[in-house]
């Protein structure tokens, strides 16, 4: 009977589950893309290494941007410095340690130019940020305290320059130049390997770029004398507060520095600022879902609307059922499991178009290059088939309950 009496006003019924497909397919969305960005996040961070501390010069809130990110040029941290924390007698629990500096370049070999970045940094880097060479091998100890002219290509720089040509990177010299110089020419460096693949990590390729020794960087293309980060690797999660503890005090004797007060880098925990993100991806998500979720009270609404109309043009129906001995609870289940019965087939559909909405986006982010996971929740599902079903039930009490309330003799007079 009830779906007899859907059936007959398909049109009403269809824009009536309109709404709570939507709600649903929208909640569905949504926890999907959080999930989904927690991933990219996670797996972000597993490129570049766990356990993993950052140090910059200047002071600045750890949870915050560095104080660089306003173009604020410190120069507090040397390559000394560096040095004084490989020590294992006073940071015994740091596994790996690299002084970095970073800019722009502009690389040339035979008749062909790339622009893209360089890192200038020591043989510690692949411990601290986790990669492989996929042919050759990284600069050595020696060639990094040497500053030996030699440089190391992403896959990407070493695709632009050399596919095609049937020539072996290895061996090959290409010149290196700041990016911001007009003229030509630039250091001769021979390319002792090419790392692999790495995709993005924080949002930065790492693969257009190019690593070279730290004394290169720093002189000779950006022509400073400071670093603008050191890494260190812990060797072990539970050990990130007493290296913390051990670098902060090892800097402050260095740099002569008596109070807090007056600290001249800040030591940023990796987990930390992955905690941070993970926070406001959850925030997000649950403020984009309870958007979703009014959605679904919309819908709801929308089933109030048509049960009463339904109950008014079915008035004459009502006072006949009840005249041949239709109790109220009767009338009452009737009208409710019309409303519920819209909900959940609303409900349905809502779940596969969800479903597969998460897929096509998560499909598309990865074109785009993101580490980006198809991830569907369960309790997402249940959560929004229950809040249609409770959305049904509780919209369609009222219609329910009027009609279940009609006088037969009125109703039948009813035109």
């Known amino acids: 009977m009830t779906i007899r009496s859907l059936l007959s006003r398909k049109g009403r019924s269809f824009l009536t589950m309109l709404g709570i497909v939507i709600g649903v397919a929208g909640v569905i969305v949504i926890i999907s893309l959080g999930a989904g960005a927690q991933s990219l996040v996670l797996g972000q961070v597993n490129k570049l290494g766990s356990n993993l501390l950052s140090i910059q010069p200047g002071k600045s809130d750890p949870n915050g941007p560095p104080v660089q990110a306003f173009g604020v040029v410190i120069t507090s941290l040397v390559n000394s410095d560096a040095d004084a924390l490989r020590s294992p007698t006073q940071v015994p629990h740091a596994a790996a340690v690299s002084a970095v500096v970073r800019g722009s370049a502009t690389v040339t070999w035979e008749n062909k130019s790339v ?89 930065q390729d790492q693969d257009d770029q190019i690593i070279l020794p730290l004394n290169l960087g720093e002189e000779q293309l950006l022509g400073i004398h400071y670093l603008q980060a050191i890494n260190v690797k812990v060797d072990s999660a539970d050990n990130i507060d007493r290296t913390i503890t051990d670098i902060t005090n090892v800097l402050k004797q260095r740099h002569h520095i008596l109070t807090d007060k007056d600290i001249d880098f800040t030591v940023r925990n990796q987990a930390t600022a992955v905690d941070l993100l993970t926070t406001i991806t959850s925030a997000l998500s649950l403020f984009l879902t309870s958007m979703a979720a009014i959605s679904l009270i919309v819908g709801g609404i929308g089933i109030l609307n048509i049960m009463l109309a339904t109950v008014a043009e079915r008035t004459r129906e009502i006072g006949l059922r009840k005249a041949v001995g239709a109790t109220n609870a009767m009338i009452m289940r009737q009208f409710l499991l019309e409303a519920g019965t819209l909900t959940l087939i609303g409900g349905a559909i809502g779940i596969l178009v969800g479903v597969l909405t998460s897929y096509l986006m998560s499909v598309l982010m990865k074109k785009l290059g993101f580490d980006w996971d198809f991830v569907i929740s369960i309790t997402s599902i249940v959560l929004a088939v229950g809040v249609s079903a409770l959305t049904g039930v509780v919209f369609g009490l009222y219609p329910s309950f009027k009609a279940s309330r009609l006088n037969p003799i009125d109703a039948l007079r009813y035109e």
């Not at 305290?145 to 061996?171: C, M, Q, R, Y």
Request: net charge negative; no cysteine; hydrophobic share 35%.
């Open 115 to 203: 622009d893209t970045n360089f890192v200038g940094t020591d043989s510690g880097y692949p411990n601290v940020v986790n990669f492989t060479m996929q042919e050759g091998q990284f600069m050595n100890q020696p060639d990094a305290d040497g500053s030996a002219n030699v440089v190391v290509l992403g896959s990407t720089v070493a695709s632009e320059l050399f596919d095609g040509t049937g020539v072996d990177p290895i061996g090959q010299v290409i010149k290196v130049r700041n990016a911001s110089q007009t003229t030509a020419g630039g250091i001769p460096l021979r390319v002792d390997g090419v790392i692999t693949p790495r995709g993005t990590a924080f949002f």
